[in-house]
């Protein structure tokens, strides 16, 4: 079973929007939308710019640099420039002291092309 490490509280990820954190020594988005609460690397795979400062549409965050969207699910490209999937992790929510609690999965789940359903 993953190891998971409490990043934010869900009050700290704007609906609709994306929080950079740091999961052991790499950067991750988390993100919250209509679907739920998701967790994708911050790198780009074009360019290793960051995810989290682009636009979250639908199940999806998209590059501010050259437009790739990446699916929330399963991290893959859905358009060029980016050919390449970007992590994703496993995130749960935890209720502790009447806040919602973050928590991402230490290490990145491997890539599948089928798309997950949030846990
Ligand atoms: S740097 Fe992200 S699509 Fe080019």
Known sequence: MS????????????????????????????VNCDEGVFAISDLCSHADVSLSEGEVLDCTIECWLHGSQFSLRTGAPLGPPAITPVPTYEVRLIELDGRTHIEVALEPRPFSPEERPQS
Not at 9 to 23: A, I, M, N, R, Y
């Open 3 to 30: 190891e998971f490490v409490r990043v934010a509280t869900l009050d700290q990820v704007p609906f609709g929007g994306s929080l950079k954190v740091t999961v052991g020594n790499r950067p991750v988005a988390v």
